[in-house]
């Protein structure tokens, strides 16, 4: 007679291990899909100060340098012709990525007027919002003088990750945002 008792706990032992071996890898790759994650989502956060701040950085130089130069050859005085140059660069540079834009405001009351262009289409009708609204939080911030950045809702009401900072030099309370949306920086990783 054949005895296959010895067979079965082989291959129950065979079965556990590859169990084993499965769970330890999942484990193992997603420990580092998750440490990836945040080493890409900081170097983002890094990206967007960096670019937001270079901006500011321009913009100020450039009303320093309308203020001392032309403050009486412009309609509406420096500030203005400072901010249409801005207005006019943003809206030639587009965007980067594939959801990354730049967006000037500026706080008209209880309200947020948007004065760049907005890279996605049918966002035009809102150009102005309410101050107190849950959308535009970045901005919000930005026009409250404060610089960082943060995960929140945009002018269209998207969740994005975006990097803020009030504009110093124009004293009308103005504030620049560079955003890129969060199913951007999630898809790479989603994918995997």
């Given at each position: 007679?054949?005895?296959n008792?010895g067979?079965?706990?082989q291959?129950?032992?065979l079965w556990?291990?590859i169990?084993?071996?499965v769970a330890?890898?999942?484990?193992?790759l997603?420990i580092?899909?998750?440490?990836l994650?945040?080493?890409n989502?900081?170097?983002?956060v890094?990206?967007?100060?960096?670019?937001?701040?270079a901006?500011?950085?321009?913009i100020?130089s450039?009303a320093i340098?309308?203020?001392?130069?032309?403050?009486?050859?412009?309609?509406g005085?420096?500030e203005?012709?400072t901010?249409?140059?801005?207005?006019?660069?943003?809206?030639?540079?587009g965007?980067f990525g594939?959801s990354g834009?730049?967006?000037?405001?500026r706080?008209?009351?209880?309200q947020?007027?948007?004065?760049?262009e907005?890279?996605?289409?049918?966002?035009a009708?809102r150009?102005i919002?309410p101050?107190?609204?849950?959308?535009?939080a970045?901005?919000r911030?930005a026009?409250?003088?404060e610089?960082?950045?943060m995960?929140?809702?945009?002018?269209?009401?998207e969740?994005?990750?975006a990097?803020f900072?009030?504009?110093?030099?124009?004293?009308?309370?103005?504030?620049l945002?560079?955003k890129?949306?969060m199913?951007?920086?999630?898809?790479?990783?989603?994918?995997v």
């Amino acid at each position: 007679m054949f005895d296959n008792t010895g067979s079965k706990d082989q291959r129950r032992i065979l079965w556990v291990a590859i169990a084993l071996m499965v769970a330890v890898s999942t484990i193992v790759l997603s420990i580092t899909l998750w440490m990836l994650y945040k080493a890409n989502f900081q170097q983002r956060v890094e990206d967007l100060r960096a670019m937001v701040e270079a901006q500011v950085s321009i913009i100020d130089s450039v009303a320093i340098f309308d203020r001392q130069h032309s403050a009486g050859d412009v309609e509406g005085g420096s500030e203005n012709a400072t901010l249409q140059q801005v207005i006019d660069g943003l809206s030639q540079l587009g965007g980067f990525g594939e959801s990354g834009e730049f967006v000037l405001g500026r706080r008209r009351g209880d309200q947020i007027e948007f004065l760049s262009e907005f890279r996605f289409p049918g966002s035009a009708t809102r150009r102005i919002v309410p101050f107190s609204t849950g959308a535009a939080a970045p901005m919000r911030r930005a026009l409250n003088k404060e610089s960082g950045w943060m995960i929140g809702a945009d002018y269209r009401g998207e969740q994005v990750l975006a990097a803020f900072e009030p504009i110093g030099e124009l004293r009308m309370g103005v504030g620049l945002v560079a955003k890129v949306d969060m199913a951007e920086v999630r898809a790479p990783f989603m994918q995997v």
